[in-house]
T-cell receptor
Framework: AAGVIQSPRHLIKEKRETATLKCYPIPRHDTVYWYQQGPGQDPQFLISFYEKMQSDKGSIPDRFSAQQFSDYHSELNMSSLELGDSALYFC?????????????FGPGTRLTVT | SQQGEEDPQALSIQEGENATMNCSYKTSINNLQWYRQNSGRGLVHLILIRSNEREKHSGRLRVTLDTSKKSSSLLITASRAADTASYFCATDQDSGYALNFGKGTSLLVTP
């Protein structure tokens, strides 16, 4: 079965640079979530989208923005990168319109800021 | 995070033994889910238990939920070395579907 696809899988950036992470949800899933997991930490919710509209907002810094496109893929844009942004970034998708709560996670993008 | 602690933080057992992990949370919930994560890899959904359920089984997994104590437990029976991973519980909230994760339990199963 198709899973959530994230690209790139690894990304190395320098401080103050920008980065764009992409997420392709499971086909027919209409809801996308972004999570950040620092080293040795639990995942922290950043932001979510349902039917291309922002549905919930967590601890996403103002330097970050995200959107969901007409084909339901999502992009997380990160600017003015800081060392503390180094983390695993997960995207998850679900079929929100069905009332299904299970979220299916992608393999993650490992971002390293030097 | 709105979650409480998971307990224990680390657990080491031998193959064939059972592993029990506990999770506490702070707010009222719709559902509680358990996820597994191999080192530095993605999160794999294991099981979901709804707030009106008390126990659920899936293969070698047994999950219980006590909403009066705001706690849940995950039991893995007849553990295998391949069960070695970190296990997280996650809850959503009445206000939305975003997940709040616990700190996780690191399970090591030795042959």
């Amino acid at each position: 079965a198709a899973g959530v696809i994230q690209s790139p899988r690894h990304l190395i950036k320098e401080k103050r640079e920008t980065a764009t992470l992409k997420c392709y949800p499971i086909p027919r899933h209409d809801t996308v979530y972004w999570y950040q997991q620092g080293p040795g930490q639990d995942p922290q919710f950043l932001i979510s989208f349902y039917e291309k509209m922002q549905s919930d907002k967590g601890s996403i810094p103002d330097r970050f923005s995200a959107q969901q496109f007409s084909d339901y893929h999502s992009e997380l844009n990160m600017s003015s990168l800081e060392l503390g942004d180094s983390a695993l970034y997960f995207c998850a998708s679900s079929l929100g319109s069905s009332g299904t709560y299970e979220q299916y996670f992608g393999p993650g993008t490992r971002l390293t800021v030097t | 995070s709105q979650q409480g602690e998971e307990d224990p933080q680390a657990l080491s057992i031998q193959e064939g033994e059972n592993a029990t992990m506990n999770c506490s949370y702070k707010t009222s919930i719709n559902n509680l889910q358990w996820y597994r994560q191999n080192s530095g890899r993605g999160l794999v959904h294991l099981i979901l238990i709804r707030s009106n359920e008390r126990e659920k089984h899936s293969g070698r997994l047994r999950v219980t939920l006590d909403t009066s104590k705001k706690s849940s437990s995950l039991l893995i029976t007849a553990s295998r070395a391949a069960d070695t991973a970190s296990y997280f519980c996650a809850t959503d909230q009445d206000s939305g579907y975003a997940l709040n994760f616990g700190k996780g339990t690191s399970l090591l199963v030795t042959p």
